[in-house]
């Protein structure tokens, strides 16, 4: 093979790795996220339902700009599934940056009536959240499990 060759095939390789390589650190910086609930609240309340906001807290502990582009969670109440949602819009985390994103779903009092029947006989709501949340990079989605419980009177 001709010199010429050998330096492009060089050059190629040393790029590929180069890529590879800032890839790599920026997956590593992106694992370096958290999400938590940071509060559980009752909206609005009606007759047959009743509305429950839940908001999240996404930490980027990292250097590099974090996209998180959806959260799957499942509320419990007193052990009991509650409902399930999920937000779906694309959100930037700057380095070292705090977000807070809320979502809030609707359960039925006839889907739940033994968790609150608990409720009013212990006088206590045992509220857990259960769920991940996704974050992009190039190479695909980082899972970042979330975990929340609390007791309310």
Sequence with gaps: MAKGTWIALGIIVILIVAGIAFYAAKEKALQECEASVTDIRLGNIGLNSADVK???????????????????YKVYGNNKLLGSGEVLRKIEIP???????????TFKYADVGEAIQTAIREGTMGWEVKGTTYLHTPTGDIKVPLKFAKSAE
Excluded: Q, Y
């Design 54 to 72: 839940v908001v999240f807290e996404m930490r980027n502990l990292g250097d590099t700009t974090a996209t998180m582009d959806k959260i799957d």
């Design 95 to 105: 380095p070292s940056g705090v977000k807070t994103v809320d979502t809030s779903f």
